[in-house]
Nanobody
Framework: QVQLVESGGGLVQAGGSLRLSCAAP????????LGWYRQAPGKTREAVAT???????YYADSVKGRFTISRDNAKNTVYLQMNSLKTDDTAVYYC???????????WGQGTQVTVSS
C-alpha cells in the first residue's frame, strides 16, 4: 500500500501564505507525476498544480501567479507554496502521485486549508 503523507494545512487570513508538503515512499519513482488537487464543499475535485520529475509544471488558471509547486526528487517530496490566499482557496487539498502510464494513481488523506476573510 502506497501512502502519501501530507502536512502544512491550516487556517490563514486572506492574503496570507501556507506551504503544503507531501512525502511519498521510495516506490514512487521519477516515472510519477506528483501534484496537488483540491475539493471544496459541494464541488468536484480539481487539479491545482502538477510537476514531473523533470520539472515541467501545470497550474490551474485560478492559482497561476500565486501558487508554486516544487519537487525534491531525492526526498520524494512535493511542495505547494500558496501565497496571496483567497477565501475561494478554502478546500481539502490532496496530494496525488500518478504513474506516467496512468495505470497507478495514489492519493493522500487530504489536508484542510481554510482562508478567512
Amino acid at each position: 500500500q502506497v501512502q502519501l503523507v501530507e502536512s502544512g494545512g491550516g487556517l490563514v487570513q486572506a492574503g496570507g501564505s501556507l506551504r503544503l508538503s507531501c512525502a511519498a515512499p521510495g516506490s514512487i519513482s521519477n516515472l510519477y507525476v506528483l501534484g496537488w488537487y483540491r475539493q471544496a464543499p459541494g464541488k468536484t475535485r480539481e487539479a491545482v498544480a502538477t510537476i514531473t520529475s523533470g520539472g515541467s509544471t501545470y497550474y490551474a488558471d485560478s492559482v497561476k501567479g500565486r501558487f508554486t509547486i516544487s519537487r525534491d526528487n531525492a526526498k520524494n517530496t512535493v511542495y505547494l507554496q500558496m501565497n496571496s490566499l483567497k477565501t475561494d482557496d478554502t478546500a481539502v487539498y490532496y496530494c496525488n502521485a500518478r504513474h506516467m502510464s496512468g495505470i497507478y494513481v495514489y492519493w493522500g488523506q487530504g489536508t484542510q486549508v481554510t482562508v478567512s476573510s
